[in-house]
Structures are given as structure tokens and as C-alpha cells.
T-cell receptor, first 116, second 113 residues
Framework: AQTVTQSQPEMSVQEAETVTLSCTYD???????LFWYKQPPSRQMILVIR??????QNATENRFSVNFQKAAKSFSLKISDSQLGDAAMYFC?????????????FGTGTRLQVFP | DARVTQTPRHKVTEMGQEVTMRCQPI?????VFWYRQTMMQGLELLAY????????DSGMPKDRFSAEMPDATLATLKIQPSEPRDSAVYFC???????????FGDGTRLSIL
């Protein structure tokens, strides 16, 4: 069975600094997708970034980038130039790359605090 | 920006009552998901539909929960009878098609007294 583990329940960072959130996963599949979702206090789940397992290049979206290590089954999120609005719960998620299922498996989340 | 719309945003009711949560997926999206979020279990998939047909409802307690898509613009999740352990935030999400990112609604916070 596939599992997603986020070992950091809470992290904190100072405004303008860089922070890295960790995520590891377990799967026997070779084709899959990985995601980071942000959940601010407003509760909405917002897609931050997506990585296809077949792509070697790490995905980036403005200040957000990932370090995807397929062999180590690691998928960390780096937030550069942190802003107060980045404070939220961050969830790592996995989905097998099959047309037969769209099921997302989520980690338990990391709460990020940003200090001015 | 197109968004997934969920109603109600909050619901408080007494144990034993029927609860209906509604979701309007993004227009044109053919896949709709229901998730439940609790402190203990985190985010769990309850059920999902593709082209209005249920594909996977293995995460849903069958005795009291039911999910339907009466048409392409409406998905419903019903609990009857409700129990205090059903208290959670219920999210609906939709995706354009297979292997496309899921877009989430704002959730319904359900409290069963």
C-alpha cells in the first residue's frame, strides 16, 4: 500500500528566509504524481506544486520549488523569500499514475509559522 | 477564477438527523471527489465519480453515508442518521479529467451534537 509521511508536525521561518518541508513516500509503482497542497486558516486546499515521477527536472512555481529524489522516495518543498501569507498547513500528496484511479493519498501535514 | 462551490459552509445539527452536503464542481470537470478531514485521521477519500458514475466509494461507511451525482453540476453527500463521530470538515474537489490536478472547495464544517 502507498503511504505518505511528513515527519515535521510544525516548522517556523522568519520572513524573507528560506524553509524546507520534508515528505517521504512509499510505493512500488514507477509512474505516479506528487503534490504539495497549502491549507491556510480559511480552510481552502490550494495546489502549490506538482511533480510527475517520470520527469527528472524538479518542478518550480515562483518562490516554491521541490527537491524530488525518486530513488530515495523523497519529495521536499522549498519556500524561498518566505512571506507572512505563506503561514498555513502544508500537505504532501501522492497519486498513482493510472487511468484507473485518481485517488490522492495525503500526509498528515506540516504547520508552517512565519515570523516577521 | 472558476471554483468548486460547497454548501453549506457550516452545519450544526443533533445526532440522528439527516445531513446533506452539496457541491458544484468546476464547469467542464468530469471527476468529482469527496474527502473528510479530521484531526485524528487527516484527509481521507470517501468517494469519487467520473462522468457522474461512482468509481470508488471504499472509504465511505456504507450503512449511513451515500454519495450521488444527480447531474454534472451537482454532487451530494448524505449522512443518515448522523453521529457525533461524523463531525469533521468535508471537502469536495473536481478535476478536468484523469491525471489532472484536483481543485478543492472551501469545505463544509460539520458538527454533530
Amino acid at each position: 500500500a502507498q503511504t505518505v509521511t511528513q515527519s515535521q508536525p510544525e516548522m517556523s521561518v522568519q520572513e524573507a528566509e528560506t524553509v524546507t518541508l520534508s515528505c517521504t513516500y512509499d510505493t512500488s509503482e514507477s509512474d505516479y504524481y506528487l503534490f504539495w497542497y497549502k491549507q491556510p486558516p480559511s480552510r481552502q486546499m490550494i495546489l502549490v506544486i506538482r511533480q510527475e515521477a517520470y520527469k527528472q527536472q524538479n518542478a518550480t512555481e515562483n518562490r516554491f520549488s521541490v527537491n524530488f529524489q525518486k530513488a530515495a522516495k523523497s519529495f521536499s518543498l522549498k519556500i524561498s523569500d518566505s512571506q507572512l501569507g505563506d503561514a498555513a498547513m502544508y500537505f504532501c500528496a501522492y497519486r498513482v499514475g493510472s487511468y484507473n484511479t485518481d485517488k490522492l493519498i495525503f500526509g498528515t501535514g506540516t504547520r508552517l509559522q512565519v515570523f516577521p | 477564477d472558476a471554483r468548486v462551490t460547497q454548501t453549506p459552509r457550516h452545519k450544526v445539527t443533533e445526532m440522528g438527523q439527516e445531513v446533506t452536503m452539496r457541491c458544484q464542481p468546476i464547469l467542464g470537470h468530469n471527476t468529482v471527489f469527496w474527502y473528510r478531514q479530521t484531526m485524528m485521521q487527516g484527509l481521507e477519500l470517501l468517494a469519487y465519480f467520473r462522468n457522474r458514475a461512482p468509481l470508488d466509494d471504499s472509504g465511505m461507511p456504507k450503512d449511513r453515508f451515500s454519495a450521488e451525482m444527480p447531474d454534472a453540476t451537482l454532487a451530494t453527500l448524505k449522512i443518515q442518521p448522523s453521529e457525533p463521530r461524523d463531525s469533521a470538515v468535508y471537502f469536495c474537489a473536481s478535476a478536468l479529467r484523469v491525471n489532472q490536478p484536483q481543485h478543492f472547495g472551501d469545505g463544509t464544517r460539520l458538527s454533530i451534537l
